[in-house]
């Protein structure tokens, strides 16, 4: 079950019925907040598959944009081996205002008014991104141990096998003469 973590300040109006429509798919497990500090917190104590965070959020000392930069820089930092896709999500500001924003933070973007069915799609698009990624990166990091080292081995073992043969025909033919 893919981790889901959003935060909107707009609790009845936004947060609470995208919840529901979320929970009614049953392939999410979703954790939901108003504060920028319990999404930081969930965050670092959680594996988070797709983290949504609404632009604007209203009387917090963050926006959005501003954990996702927490997030990239700790990702950064920390020199994670894994990436959090985020959507950011707005029902004030255009795509085409928050354009730079989205580029620079590798960010995915849902208008509210697209609705429930259009998000679910972009968490899907960003989980089988996150897999593909994480499998990508599980085979760059590995190719040293699972396609190298053993051609070293069969190299090597190719090697001591010829140097080994070659002595024991000089040794015998020695011996017999």
Avoid at 9 to 28: C, H, I, N, W
Avoid at 37 to 66: H, P, S
Wanted: charged share 35%; aromatic share 10%.
């Amino acid at each position: 079950m893919n981790k889901i973590l959003i935060i909107d300040d707009e609790k009845e109006l936004f947060l609470e019925p995208t919840v529901r429509a979320l929970e009614s798919v049953g392939k999410y497990k979703i954790y939901a907040v108003t504060k920028s500090e319990e999404a930081l917190q969930i965050i670092k104590k959680r594996k988070i598959d797709v983290f949504i965070a609404d632009y604007l959020l209203k009387g917090d000392t963050l926006n959005g944009d501003d954990i996702i930069r927490i997030i990239r820089n700790d990702e950064k930092k920390h020199n994670y081996k894994t990436f959090l896709p985020c959507i950011l999500i707005t029902g004030t500001e255009g795509k085409k205002n928050l354009q730079p924003k989205l580029l620079d933070l590798k960010m995915n973007f849902h208008d509210k008014i697209d609705g429930p069915a259009a998000l679910i799609d972009k968490i899907d698009e960003c989980v089988k991104e996150k897999k593909a990624k994480k499998k990508k990166k599980f085979f760059s990091d590995n190719k040293k141990r699972y396609i190298i080292y053993p051609l070293l081995v069969v190299i090597i073992g190719g090697i001591f096998t010829a140097l080994f043969t070659f002595y024991l025909r000089n040794h015998w033919e020695n011996k017999i003469e």
